[in-house]
């Protein structure tokens, strides 16, 4: 049985699921027809594939302002969708930066000092953007989830039992 990382934090692994989670929704709706992916569903962001675009792109943004850069631009949500397998490159890239910035999180942290939308400054630990991009991540991933159950589709299971079967960090036992 698979132990988590030497040297991780349970905010870590928590970013390995996160990343894991993203990357097997993204595959299950490589797989759905168009007309679910552009079907708004009440009680959404918006249509799951503008949803997924949000959230890579999210997701990135948290990375930018936890000081890690990438050799792409950022995700634009109003330049058209860019292929699954665009989408999947970016989470995964973007997955794996939020687990090594909680990898090497020193708790002593110099405080971060974003700027919000409307120009508000603020302080904030560098925890404040992986806990949110976990949080952000499962609720925009449960309403995906919730439009391919609507169309009669059954979602992946992304839970944290499903990461841990696939992470062999958990098994059945006789």
């Known amino acids: 049985?698979?132990?988590?990382?030497a040297g991780s934090t349970l905010l870590a692994e928590l970013l390995r699921h996160h990343r894991w989670a993203n990357l097997v929704?993204?595959?299950?709706?490589?797989?759905?027809a168009d007309t679910v992916m552009d079907r708004d569903v009440e009680a959404a962001y918006g249509v799951p594939r503008a949803t997924l675009m949000h959230l890579v792109s999210a997701e990135e943004g948290y990375v930018r302002l936890l000081g890690h850069t990438s050799a792409t631009e950022p995700l634009d949500e109003?330049?058209?969708f860019p292929?699954?397998?665009e989408l999947r490159a970016r989470a995964a890239a973007s997955g794996d930066a939020l687990v090594a910035l909680a990898s090497a999180l020193d708790p002593e942290a110099?405080?971060?000092?974003?700027?919000?939308?409307?120009?508000t400054r603020y302080t904030a630990?560098?925890?404040?953007p992986l806990i949110q991009a976990v949080n952000h991540g499962a609720e925009h991933r449960e309403q995906i989830k919730h439009a391919l159950s609507v169309a009669g589709i059954a979602p992946p299971r992304i839970d944290?039992?499903?990461?841990?079967?696939a992470a062999d960090l958990m098994r059945?036992?006789?």
């Not at 929704?25 to 759905?32: G, M, P, R, S």
């Not at 630990?125 to 404040?128: E, G, K, M, S, T």
């Open 1 to 5: 049985m698979s132990q988590p990382a």
């Open 25 to 32: 929704l993204i595959d299950a709706c490589a797989e759905v």
């Open 78 to 80: 109003d330049a058209g």
């Open 83 to 85: 292929g699954y397998a």
């Open 110 to 119: 110099t405080w971060l000092q974003p700027r919000d939308d409307d120009g």
């Open 125 to 128: 630990h560098p925890a404040v």
């Open 160 to 165: 944290a039992w499903g990461y841990a079967f």
């Open 172 to 174: 059945v036992v006789d």
